[in-house]
């Protein structure tokens, strides 16, 4: 599994029916390692939390539908 950067990020406030009560959530574009960006859900945000740009990620599995999803360090 591989680590990286937030590159940029968004606090989800209104949700999607799929999402209902699970509200703020946070998606980032993550820059890992490697040099790719993925485009993930930050699976320990929580509304206490301030992200940053440049904060440590890293990988730490996948939804149901296959989707990888990283975790803040």
């Known amino acids: 599994m591989l680590g990286g950067k937030i590159y940029a990020f968004s606090i989800i406030n209104v949700p999607t029916e799929k999402f209902k009560g699970k509200t703020p959530y946070a998606v980032a574009l993550v820059e ?8 993930t859900r930050l699976i320990n945000f929580d509304s206490e939390k301030e992200l940053e740009i440049g904060m440590d990620v890293r990988e730490s599995g996948t939804d149901e539908k296959g ?4 975790e803040i360090l």
Not at 32 to 37: A, N, V, Y
Not at 67 to 70: A, D, I, M, Q
């Open 67 to 70: 989707n990888v999803l990283f």
């Open 32 to 39: 890992r390692t490697d040099g790719s960006k993925i485009l």
